[in-house]
């Protein structure tokens, strides 16, 4: 199929332009009686108009039956058309002519799209590149087009980049995805230069607006420094170099290169410059790091010293202190033996004389005083709802105290205890004790006796 076709009367058709650049419709010979006479531009044998399938209906010419084999425009794919009406509305965008499938006239070449400026004076080759070539076969074709004063972009709508891009004016692009009414962008061949890193990066641009900017000027071909073709990017997120030795780009990144290779020499200088400072900073950096390990081992060294010498001295003094508390301990042990021997020999003594010391105690009450105090006991008892076993009994229990224990139904009781024989009779603490005054009562709480122990029965002073 072809986009292009010769009308007897009309001359040169093409599809793209609303009236096929004939001044004619496209009902004037689509499907149209008698059916005017097409012929292809490149072969001569005759072809229709018709529609490619549904949904996109774009107009087109197609061989009749029998047609020659060697006729390249019968063998065009429908990408490659497809690539050829993108350019040609662009070019028409920008404000330029555009013609499809325009041969010259000696016949060595045949522009995919033609692009026209207004005053006439520029043409501009636009070639859809889909089949393989060689790189020594692209730059032949290019140079036959300069012969005629004719620049030339060679576009590649495959998803990797073709051998012979960036060794041409050349650029790579990929369609919208599909559904999607976005237009095709440019991917690959179009570059800026940074100055910051001296680099070039690929740019990413909407094909319309790239063929404005070369159209215009704005864009220019240059060739990539030889210390500047190494170009990186990452795709899909696989990252990739690549070379390139030919870019689109401006004529600000173009003066970039250029300055920046100026420059060079200059970098180089200051990087050197920068590298003997970087050594020489890092040379007294490593002075002042042996120079630190030096007072760090020196302080290490004396810490450690220091640290013995307080280990010593600290271990003296523990073993002072261990010396000190052995000390007190010997002089407590030994006190505490004096007065346990003290204390047996107090109570050694009581022991023997305790029968002395009890008569002397009860000795302070006169009978009348005794027997009123066992009637004041015996009272206590009755207001308890107890009844004495013993209330006649006056004698002396040695392991009470010698004081004297009434019974009922059990021990009820223990009367007035000899306060100092108190130590002798440790069981007084879980007794109930009977005394006849507070002055007794105090003596027995000063022996060790329970004060909620005692009961004071209050009665006269003994005079």
């Not at 522009?111 to 080759?125: C, F, H, L, W």
């Amino acid at each position: 199929m072809a986009l292009t076709a010769l009308h007897p009367e009309a001359g040169r058709l093409d599809v793209s332009q609303p009236d096929l650049g004939g001044g004619l419709v496209w009902s004037d010979i689509y499907r149209a009686r008698p059916r005017p006479g097409l012929t292809c531009p490149e072969c001569g044998w005759g072809v229709h108009a018709k529609h490619t399938p549904r949904p996109r209906r774009v107009r087109m010419f197609a061989h009749d039956a029998g047609r020659p084999p060697e006729c390249t425009m019968a063998e065009e794919s429908w990408e490659h058309h497809l690539l050829k009406l993108e350019m040609a509305g662009a070019i028409r965008a920008a404000g330029w002519h555009a013609e499809l499938e325009v041969p010259a006239h000696d016949g060595t070449w045949r522009a995919d799209v033609m692009a026209t400026s207004p005053n006439g004076e520029r043409r501009m080759a636009w070639e859809a590149q889909l089949s393989p070539i060689t790189v020594d076969d692209i730059r032949a074709r290019t140079a036959r087009y300069r012969a005629h004063g004719i620049d030339v972009c060679w576009v590649s709508p495959h998803a990797r980049p073709p051998l012979w891009i960036g060794e041409v004016p050349s650029i790579r692009v990929r369609p919208p995805i599909e559904d999607d009414p976005g237009p095709w962008i440019v991917d690959d061949g179009l570059a800026g230069f940074n100055p910051a890193d001296g680099r070039w990066e690929f740019r990413l641009e909407p094909l319309p607006r790239f063929v404005d900017w070369v159209l215009r000027g704005s864009l220019i071909t240059r060739r990539a420094l030889p210390d500047y073709r190494r170009v990186s990017r990452t795709v899909e997120d696989m990252y990739e170099i690549c070379v390139r030795d030919l870019w689109w780009t401006s004529r600000k990144s173009a003066h970039a290169q250029v300055e920046y290779e100026r420059l060079r020499p200059q970098r180089e200088a200051a990087a050197r410059a920068r590298e003997v400072e970087r050594h020489k900073r890092a040379a007294e950096a490593a002075r002042k790091r042996d120079e630190r390990a030096v007072q760090y081992r020196r302080r290490r060294t004396e810490a450690a010293e220091q640290g013995r010498k307080a280990r010593e001295a600290q271990a003296e003094r523990e073993r002072e202190v261990r010396q000190e508390a052995a000390r007190r301990r010997r002089a407590e042990e030994e006190e505490r033996r004096a007065r346990a021997e003290a204390e047996l020999a107090r109570r050694t003594a009581l022991e023997r004389d305790a029968a002395g010391i009890a008569a002397a105690w009860w000795a302070r009450l006169s009978p009348a005083q005794v027997e009123e105090m066992f009637a004041a006991v015996c009272e206590e008892a009755e207001e308890d709802g107890v009844v004495l076993s013993n209330p006649g009994d006056r004698a002396g229990v040695p392991a009470f105290a010698y004081g004297v224990p009434v019974h009922g139904g059990g021990l009820y009781g223990v009367v007035r205890p000899c306060p100092a024989l108190a130590i002798l009779s440790p069981q007084l603490a879980f007794q109930r004790i009977f005394v006849r005054t507070a002055d007794e009562a105090h003596e027995l709480v000063g022996a060790g006796v329970p004060p909620w122990r005692i009961r004071d029965l209050e009665l006269p002073h003994p005079g």
